[in-house]
Nanobody, 123 residues
Framework: QEQLVESGGGSVQAGGSLRLSCAAS????????MAWFRQAPGKEREGVGY???????RYAQSVQGRFTISKDNAKNTLYLEMSSLNVEETATYYC?????????????????WGPGTQVTDDS
C-alpha cells in the first residue's frame, strides 16, 4: 500500500529551525525517489529537494546549505531539517515518492503524496 504521512510542522520564528518527518509504508519507502515539496498560500507548489534509493541528494538552490534531507531505514521515515528559516518559507510541506528511474524535482513525476504538514510564522 502506498502511504506517506508528514509530521513535525508548527510555528517558527524567522531564523529558526524545524525538523519535519514523513513516515512511509514499507512499499513506498522502497521507491527510487522521495522528495519534499512546499506550497505557500497563493503560490505554486515548488520542490525543496529529493533523495534517491541509493542516497543521492539534491536541493533546490533556494534552500541549499540550510536544509538537509535524510532517511532512517529502520523507521521507514524521511526527514527534512530546516534552519535559518525566513518568513517566505511559511508553507504546507509535502513529501512525495515515485519509482521512476529518473529522480527530478518535477511534481508531475510523483505518484504518491502525503497530506502535508504546515509550517507557520511565529513572529
Amino acid at each position: 500500500q502506498e502511504q506517506l504521512v508528514e509530521s513535525g510542522g508548527g510555528s517558527v520564528q524567522a531564523g529558526g529551525s524545524l525538523r519535519l518527518s514523513c513516515a512511509a509504508s514499507e512499499y513506498t519507502y522502497s521507491s527510487n525517489c522521495m522528495a519534499w515539496f512546499r506550497q505557500a498560500p497563493g503560490k505554486e507548489r515548488e520542490g525543496v529537494g529529493y533523495i534517491t534509493s541509493v542516497g543521492t541528494i539534491r536541493y533546490a538552490q533556494s534552500v541549499q546549505g540550510r536544509f538537509t534531507i535524510s532517511k532512517d531505514n529502520a523507521k521507514n521515515t524521511l526527514y527534512l531539517e530546516m534552519s535559518s528559516l525566513n518568513v517566505e518559507e511559511t508553507a504546507t510541506y509535502y513529501c512525495a515518492a515515485h519509482d521512476n528511474a529518473v529522480c527530478q524535482l518535477r511534481q508531475e513525476l510523483f505518484s504518491t503524496w502525503g497530506p502535508g504538514t504546515q509550517v507557520t510564522d511565529d513572529s
